[in-house]
Every structure is written in C-alpha cells, then in structure tokens.
C-alpha cells in the first residue's frame, strides 16, 4: 500500500501540514500535535468547542512557531517562551506541558473570541495532544466507499492516507512498522470544513453512523520507528 500523503497538526485542532517525509517515534510523527490551545478550565480546546482553530494556519522552524489567523494577523511565538510548567487535560488524561505568557498569544484569543493560553508538551510526556493514538491510518478506498460529494479527505484529518482499500494488522515499511489498535470512531469535527470552519453538518457524520458503526480510519502504534516517507509502499498483513 502506498502512502498517498503525510500529515501533521502541530497545533492541536489547527490546519494541517503537509510532509515529504518524517520520523515517526513512539509519540507519532515528530511535529504532531505537539502545541495546544488550552481554555481557564486546563482542558485542550478542540474544533468541537471552536469551529474557526480550523483556520489557523501553524508552521514551525526551529526559533519559533509560527500561526496565521485566518490571514487577519500573524504571531510568533519562540521556543523559549514556554516556561511555565503545567498539566492539561486531553480528555480526562493529564499531559505534562509548559505554557507561553498570555500576553504572547493575546491576538488568539481575540480572534477565537476566549480567555486560552498556548502550550508546547513537555519533554517528559509520553503521549502527544492526540486524542487517542498516536497515529491515524486512513486509505483512498475508505473515502471512496462513503460516495460522499464535496467531502475530502481533511474533514478526517488523518496522519497517514494510505492508497488502497484494504484492511490490515500491520504495516511494514523500510524503516518502519505500525501495527492496528483500533477503529476511529468520528465526531462532529467531520462535518466542520477545514478551510473555512463553518459547521456543515449531518454529513459525513449521518452516513458513517448509520453504515460503519461511526468509526473511520485506524488508529495505529508504533511498533518500529524510523523515517517514513510519501511515496514508500507499505507491505500490509
């Protein structure tokens, strides 16, 4: 099966970032939701609580991270500005981070419209901000088979889009393997678009509630680590 696109969310439910290649480790692929914005309760926001972090554009180098507001304004926020050790809460799970002064994000939360603070993880966590696994596996042949006009592919804001239809227990390639833990099971973020962050619901949450259970894509481990790249074939089993 051949990997069809390589993706990472540096900031927690913000844009996507597409890759030629990456490492992926026991956290997931380096770069993935390594960032989040976090609301006064100490709990990670997502798109299900503000739609519009859909149009936060991220990019990272090595000084900073970078975000675009929706191109109404820019912000740069530098490694060494996430000081303040904390714990916040990704789904009644505590993961360990280190929060920028507000003052730096002020511009986010005017234009998400909320009191938020911007956190980086801390070098000591064991798991990303992911909701469940560090990896999510998606194939062409599971968009293909919902037949759904006008839905792609980034409404299930997959990790690794995989060409292909069928299923598998483990994935082996040069450097790397991933091996199947359990089926995704989707939620409201689906029927927002990713570009603009309006909510365009039922579909495609209705269909893959009423045929597959509400799930779609597989959540994957980390069996090898090592480098991955767009374009490699993965050998299925």
């Known amino acids: 099966m051949r990997v ?10 913000c844009r996507a970032l597409a890759l030629e ?3 992926l480790g026991p956290l997931g692929l ?3 939701r390594r960032f989040a914005f976090v609301g006064d309760d100490g709990r990670v926001l997502t798109q299900r609580d503000v739609s519009s972090l859909a149009t936060i554009c991220p990019a990272l180098d090595a000084q900073a991270l970078r975000l675009d507001l929706g191109g109404l304004a820019q912000l740069a926020v530098s490694a060494s500005s996430f000081k303040e050790s904390c714990r916040v809460d990704v789904w009644g799970t505590p993961v360990p981070a280190r929060a920028a002064p507000r003052a730096l994000v002020a511009q986010a939360a005017d234009y998400l419209g909320l009191p938020l603070r911007l956190v980086m993880l801390d070098a000591q966590a064991e798991r990303a901000f992911v909701d469940a696994r560090p990896v999510l596996v998606v194939t062409t042949g599971m968009l293909a088979e919902l037949d759904l006009p006008g839905i792609g592919m980034e409404r299930f804001r997959p990790n690794v889009v995989l060409e292909g239809a069928r299923q598998w227990g483990a994935l082996e390639g040069e450097e790397v393997e991933l091996r199947s833990d359990k089926p995704c099971g989707r939620c409201e973020v689906t029927t927002i678009d ?10 495609p949450l209705r269909t893959l509630n009423e045929r597959y259970g509400g799930n779609f894509g597989v959540y994957c481990r980390v069996a090898r680590a090592g480098r991955l790249r767009l374009g490699e074939v993965l050998q299925a089993s």
């Open 4 to 13: 069809a696109a390589l993706q990472v969310y540096p900031v927690k439910a």
């Open 30 to 32: 380096e770069g993935d």
């Open 21 to 23: 290649e990456a490492t």
């Open 194 to 203: 990713q570009r603009s962050g309006a909510r365009c619901g039922p579909e």
